[in-house]
């Protein structure tokens, strides 16, 4: 190890972080301290009050488990894994996260105004009687790949890396997951049991005070392993603790990503961030965003700091909203003040998938056949304006997730020379299990295995929510809590009632 | 399929890219056309970062699969009802001039579109840092700054082609 001195942070989870100079160089960047002021679970604070913690100290946590996990994989295999390869990955864990937008996932995920559908749609020209194509779906880039043109964009991560000696393109290419000279190391970043995940299951459960995270985290890092192909491993005495991490992750989804009121709070605030992408307040197209990252100040400035300020500003500015019906001002005020004052969109359906059923429930196949062309009825029927129906879609996760296409990128396919099955092998995510001879199986076949027979369950619940404006109005000038509440629930129950009788369930 | 997929797969066609999308060559072609043709105007937006076949777009890569394979796995044929834009046809044009030039310069065409669409990017996106500060309309000097490996497989005086065969079609 270089000369460096050493200099510790006191993290809740992991104790004392070990840190050196070099690193605290990125740590004490702008662009890094504004991970401060990015919250990690979004809205799950307004279930769970203790889970305001942010993306920074997350980052802080990955980059311990990162040291750690490359430290012993340094061990075990010196030839391999140097002191270069633990100086890049200990610095791309920091970095893992420095892409990602307000409220995380919320924004990142969010539908855009049709704006550049508009400009493409000029790029084609339909012909007579021919099928009509859809609006495009645009999104944000993903984090990642803001990450990766934070890494090679921005002023001062780049000196911070270059003044250590550290390629930024090289971060980048692990940020994106595509390093092709030497895979492993987007493989102890992304994969399903990599330090990304350990670190959010462990916070998380702490953070919110949900007891799923009480994984054997020290086992699991005394336990990785390098194959002969250089896949990131665990060894068989670990399998037991990877399989805890597995279900804890999935008693997770349900208690806290989709925990019901969460999941209405989510689908509230992304209306609201709509309306404000539509009116300016928020980007409007994916080209804003790398404008954004280019500008010295305006990435410092896009956090949740902004965004709250905004919604505050919503709320608050020339009185209360007028309605019903509301006007699209008159929406964006009440969703403001809804967000502000924590009032929760009502749940009138869910419907929750069987694990281990191999069909959809009933109750999902009438959400995805039958809910969006009903909405407007019940809206009308309920007397409920369909603007302040919403629909919340966990869609389907698995124990373990793989996306095929993910592994088609220039390095992979360079690695693998067009070899398609060598080239899903190098970056699926799966977890794999080392034999002792050098080669690894995935956990997922071996039979003895829990994850076996749950590989194929999936987890997804959907639901649709309903705010009710007189509920929302009544804030501004409360009367008896005790009488309001139980009005708005009966008359929340009068609607799914409703929904119930009219899918036939 | 969207309208983003009507084009890439109108785009595929003239392009001579197999919209199964199956072997490393397409993809390659695809992502630099893609990336040329934003460079000339196209408002397609995907966002580009350098990767070790130069500029390299994960978001067209996730759109080509999932508005493109997958419907025409299932079926879709909504591209059959479409053509392309004459502003589209205009920048395929000039896209085709630059690569009519890949044999004047020695390379095969996919080698040419790597190294137009990597010499393009170095010039418009690559950030230096004070102290490696290069004239970016020089291709020699962008050249001398490109990572060894994209040295090795192209000359300097194949850089100055590329960069020539830019300026001719305006993308320079």
Redesign the interface.
Known sequence: MGASSRKHIADPIHGAIDVRDHEFDVIDTPTFQRLRRIKQLAMASQVYPGADHSRFVHSLGVFALTGRMVARLRELHPDTVGERDEKILRLAALLHDVGHYPYSHLLEKLKLPAK??T?????????E?????????TQY??HD?VG??VV??R?DI??AL?SNKVE??EI??IL?Y?H?EKPWYNQVISRDLDTDRLDYLLRDAHFTGVPYGGIDIEYILRNVELDDEDNVCITPKAILSAEHFLLGRWFNYGAVVYQKTVMGMEALLRALLQRMASSGLLPD???RI?EIVEDPQGFLEFDDHYVDAEIRKLAYGEGPPKGPPFDDEALTKLFAVAVMHRVKPRCVFEAIQEPAGHNKSYALERFDTEAAKKIASWASQRDVQGDLWFTGDSKERSLEEVRP??S????V??ESG?DAQKRRKGVSKLIRVADGNGKSSFLADRQTSLVHPLSKAKFRVARIYVLLPEEVLQTLNPPDKRRWRTKYKRRAEEIRSHIARDLGL | ???????LK?LMDKLGVDPQ?G??RN??VL?KSVYLLQALG????F?Y??????P?S??L??AA???VVKPLEQGD??P??????R??EDRLDKLQGMKDQADKAGLAPEKWLELLASIHFYKHKM?F?PEKQVDKNNAEALYGHM?PAKRHAFTAKQAEQAAAALNAADAW
């Open positions: 550049q559908d400009e493409i749609a000029q790029t084609i020209e339909p012909k009687n021919g099928r009509k194509a859809e609006p495009t779906p880039p993903k790949e990766a043109g090679l964009e002023a780049m000196g270059r930024p393109q980048a290419k994106t595509r092709g197209c994916p080209k790398w296409y993910e088609f990128t220039d390095e396919d360079d067009g | 399929m969207t309208n983003r997929g009507v084009l109108l999308l072997t490393f993809r390659l992502q196209m408002p397609t937006a966002g970062n350098w990767y070790l076949r130069g390299y994960p978001a890569t996730a699969f999932e508005e044929d909504t059959s009802g479409y053509t392309l834009s502003e589209t950030y840092p990572p």
